[in-house]
């Protein structure tokens, strides 16, 4: 049998893939592997956009997490300097074993197979794709962080940084909130504290890795977590370290029968280590450009294009901006002085936001030296 399209990897941006081909074409088969059986943990913040439902619900798929219970307050710190404001539209913090199994049962009722498997060749030709004895006329690789595909296709490894998470009990003054606390290692580094609402948080922290400099280990990264946050580790357990590939200036996905999605293509944001939100969308839109049929490939440039490009341009650059301490501390000071400067920066952090007039106005003003 040929598959019209096989995916690799069912987390977020796998089943968003079947997801969206499925909505455009329900009679496409397709096929979903992974090498884990579901519900499976992933090392994550588990901190969702609402952004992420808006998309999901264009597919169909809705109350997916209505009976967890959402957040507004954020709060962000750098040693003296802060801001604590309720933002826009609440997040949810969801673990990932529970997210991640609903919304691939979302694929399999729109008509997706679901089966484990630990994918380890890939063959690709002129007219189909080759997945160890399994055959299709498209491939997506959704297979995160430490993507084969990826490296199937002879794509260098994207820029990374490096995070560990756990679960700690909440304490009243970090209830009902998400808290993020930079450190003072080179930037972006930080700690967070993400509630989940029912009594325990997920916590952690990660840092951008440095070439050429040795990475931090496990204890490195728990000792920081306990600096920025005091208290975090104490009662914590479940501590699982992981990579996150961040995107960079551009995103270009090449044409072909083999699409990236999530991160396999490199996705995650640079300034806040997000990255459900890109995983969701690049699935919907590469499942869209195979079930539209011609030239997925481009099809999938395009759309990727449309939603992702400036956006991409302006995190790259407000990362690299956000490296100096006078510039994160300006944009925190901008964000406490002003509700819709806060919203700005929420959204460029968590979706797909750019730089707006009024958070460049606000970081000006704010970014004298004393
Ligand atoms: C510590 C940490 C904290 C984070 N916090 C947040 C946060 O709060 N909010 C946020 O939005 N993002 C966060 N991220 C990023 C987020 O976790 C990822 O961007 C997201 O999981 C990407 O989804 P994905 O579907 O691309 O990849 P994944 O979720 O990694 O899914 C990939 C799937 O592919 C499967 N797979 C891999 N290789 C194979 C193979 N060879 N064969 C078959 N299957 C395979 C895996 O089993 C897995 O199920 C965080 C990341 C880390 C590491």
């Not at 901190?47 to 997916?64: E, K, M, R």
């Not at 307050?73 to 801001?83: A, I, K, M, Q, W």
């Not at 294009?305 to 925190?332: K, Q």
Request: aromatic share 6%; hydrophobic share 45%.
């Amino acid at each position: 049998m040929v598959w019209d399209l096989i995916v690799v990897g069912a987390g977020p941006a796998g089943a968003a893939t079947a997801l969206g081909a499925l909505a455009a074409a329900p009679k496409l088969s397709v096929l979903l592997l992974d090498r884990h059986d579901f519900p499976r943990d992933k090392a994550c913040g588990d901190g969702i956009a609402p952004h992420v439902f808006d998309l999901l619900s264009a597919v169909g798929v809705t109350g997916l997490v209505d009976d967890w219970t959402p957040v507004r307050r954020f709060v962000l710190t750098h040693g003296p300097v802060g801001v604590d404001r309720l933002m826009a539209r609440p997040n949810w913090v969801v673990p990932r074993a529970v997210f991640d199994q609903r919304l691939v049962q979302a694929a399999q009722a729109a008509g997706a197979q679901l089966v484990r498997r630990r994918v380890r060749n890939l063959d690709v030709t002129a007219d189909s794709v080759t997945v160890d004895d399994l055959h299709a006329r498209y491939l997506v690789g959704a297979d995160g962080a430490h993507s084969l595909v990826r490296r199937a296709l002879g794509l260098p490894p994207a820029a990374a940084a490096l995070a560990i998470r756990g679960y700690a009990p909440t304490p009243a003054a970090r209830a009902a909130s998400q808290v993020i606390a930079y450190g003072g290692g080179r930037q972006p580094s930080y700690a967070w504290s993400f509630d989940r609402g029912d009594g325990w948080s997920n916590v952690g922290y990660g840092e951008r890795l440095v070439a050429g400099r040795p990475h931090p280990t496990r204890t490195d990264l728990l000792a920081q977590l306990e600096a920025l946050l005091p208290g975090a580790t104490t009662d914590g357990g479940d501590w699982w370290g992981h990579h996150l590939p961040l995107a960079g200036w551009s995103y270009r996905p090449r044409p072909g029968r083999v699409l990236l999605a999530g991160d396999a293509a490199g996705l995650i944001n640079p300034m806040t280590g997000e990255g459900i939100y890109y995983a969701i969308a690049t699935g919907l839109l590469a499942g869209r450009a195979i079930a539209e049929g011609h030239d997925a490939g481009s099809r999938y440039r395009q759309l990727t294009h449309r939603l992702l490009a400036r956006h991409f341009r302006h995190t790259a650059l407000t990362a690299r901006l956000t490296e100096s301490r006078h510039v994160l501390d300006a944009g925190i000071r901008a964000a406490a002085a002003d509700q819709r400067t806060f919203d700005d920066l929420v959204e460029l952090g968590l979706a797909d936001g750019l730089i707006t007039g009024r958070l460049l106005r606000g970081l000006l003003a704010r970014a004298a030296p004393g």
